[in-house]
């Protein structure tokens, strides 16, 4: 099973851009399919994006398209958030997630994954 140990977050002023990564334990990483989520302060928990085990299908929050992107290094067991053009309202714990699959499909739901980091914090000033 798999471990996640996220890094990159900080403070950025808004419109910058900051990249964040998950690091996986195991040998298996590349069976996994893989997600970012975030959470405010006072908010639910959300889907930000996520990335099939291959890496050749990506997916994201309508409020992120265009500005973020995900991606995999499977020889590198990690897994990437590189954030551009950031806004005030990204502000939020963001944490990544895993679910070994046999398909090269992936979910928008936290609770379809099986493991999780404990997040990293990204704060974005006016």
């Known amino acids: 099973q798999v471990q996640l140990v996220e890094s990159g977050g900080g403070l950025v002023q808004a419109g910058g851009s900051l990249r964040l990564s998950c690091a996986a334990s195991?040998?298996?990483?590349?069976?996994?399919?893989m997600g970012w989520f975030r959470q405010a302060p006072g908010k639910e928990r959300e889907f930000v994006a996520a990335?099939?085990?291959?890496?050749?299908?990506?997916y994201y929050a309508d409020s992120v398209k265009g500005r973020f992107t995900i991606s995999r290094d499977n020889a590198k067991n990690t897994v990437y958030l590189q954030m551009n053009s950031l806004k005030p309202e990204d502000t939020a714990v963001y944490s990544c997630?895993?679910?070994?699959?046999?398909?090269?499909?992936?979910?928008?739901?936290?609770?379809?994954?099986?493991?999780w980091g404990q997040g990293t914090q990204v704060t974005v000033s006016s």
């Open positions: 997630a895993a679910r070994l699959t046999y398909s090269d499909y992936v979910q928008d739901t936290w609770s379809w994954y099986n493991r």
């Open positions: 195991g040998r298996t990483f590349s069976s996994y399919a």
């Open positions: 990335i099939t085990r291959s890496g050749v299908n990506t």
